[in-house]
């Protein structure tokens, strides 16, 4: 079955230094999305993607936050410089053209920690 | 806007008792209602989805959710649980028509089996 791949599953650095987390959505999704999940809370929604733009963000994704499609396969998330309170678990997810009832399916996640 | 509301943050079962989670929306419009589970360790997996029809949804291992519009409610179902059914639930709701409208997730429900 297709998954969504995520990379890399743990990162640990440190509080100031850029970050970025890479994806692999399903081949033949259009839609692309990033969420986050601090220890302990609840999935919070953090922006979704389409056709090369971001379609919707969260109060969350400031401008510290930047996502892009570099080519047909990767979807990354940049955090710029990186605070304590960015410490998450951060899940890309991807779902296929043809209405909101379509399911979005999550990759496995990045643990990012910020000392 | 949307929300979910997950009644309970923890529910401790007796292997093979029946169990349910529950899980009451908000939203001002059509909404699709979706049941994800996060084993240990791992990313979110679709347990199931009510879009539309019959309001008892079916899913995978076992469970099921019964959609009741007027209560605003969809609590998921299992008769029989077993000890690999440990983990963590979350209920999630959608709405709207456009393909890239995000999902509003609940707490989360940790359901713990014991022997």
């Known amino acids: 079955e297709p998954e969504v791949t995520q990379t890399p599953s743990h990162q640990v650095t440190q509080m100031g230094q850029e970050v970025i987390l890479r994806c692999v959505p399903i081949s033949n999704h259009l839609y692309f999305y990033w969420y986050r999940q601090i220890l302990g809370q609840k999935v919070e929604f953090l922006v979704s993607?389409?056709?090369?733009?971001?379609?919707?963000k969260s109060e969350i994704f400031d401008d510290q936050f930047s996502v892009e499609r570099p080519d047909g396969s990767n979807f990354t998330l940049k955090i710029r410089s990186t605070k304590l309170e960015d410490s998450a678990m951060y899940f890309c997810?991807?779902?296929?053209?043809?209405?909101?009832?379509?399911?979005?399916?999550f990759g496995e996640g990045s643990w990012l920690t910020v000392v | 806007a949307q929300s979910v509301t997950q009644l309970d943050s923890q529910v401790p079962v007796f292997e093979e008792a029946p169990v349910e989670l529950r899980c009451n929306y908000s939203s001002s419009v059509s909404v699709y209602l979706f049941w994800y589970v996060q084993y240990p360790n791992q990313g979110l997996q679709l347990l199931l989805k009510y879009l539309s029809g019959s309001t008892l949804v079916k899913g995978i291992n076992g469970f099921e959710a019964e959609f009741n519009k007027s209560q605003t409610s969809f609590h998921l179902r299992k008769p029989s649980v077993h000890i690999s059914d440990t983990a963590e639930y979350f209920c999630a709701v959608r709405a709207g028509i456009q393909g890239a409208q995000k999902l509003v997730f609940g707490q989360g429900t940790r359901l713990t089996i014991n022997p």
């Open positions: 997810a991807s779902s296929a053209p043809g209405g909101s009832g379509n399911t979005i399916y």
């Open positions: 993607f389409y056709n090369n733009e971001i379609s919707e």
